[in-house]
């Protein structure tokens, strides 16, 4: 049984949901933890059994539809993999919108970075 407090809090703490277009049933939360102050998604290893992405705070802020929209990609890209033949990799270095961004393993998670 769950606690409802930890429910109550862990609902104030999503800020968004992502629903995959191919599979309604997968959503993927978007969730502050003040203690990274980053956000983090809640749902791809539940789904998928990928580690899940942080996003620092000050992305989020910079531009926070462009970071939906990689997290959307993301999501769309394992959830094909996983249709297919289920082998994912997250990409270390990609652009969106003549931005270079990275990926880069952060303990648990696949910290979103700016590149330099």
Known sequence: MTDPAVDQQDEENTIGTIKNER???QNVDIKYLRQENAFVTSGIHAHFLEKEILIPAQMV???FDLVGAIISVVLEKISVASEKDGLFD???AFEVLDKKYIFQED???MK???AS
């Open 107 to 109: 303990r648990d998670y």
């Open 61 to 63: 802020m910079a531009d």
């Open 90 to 92: 997250y990409s270390p």
């Open 112 to 114: 979103l970075s700016f």
């Open 23 to 25: 599979n309604p049933s």
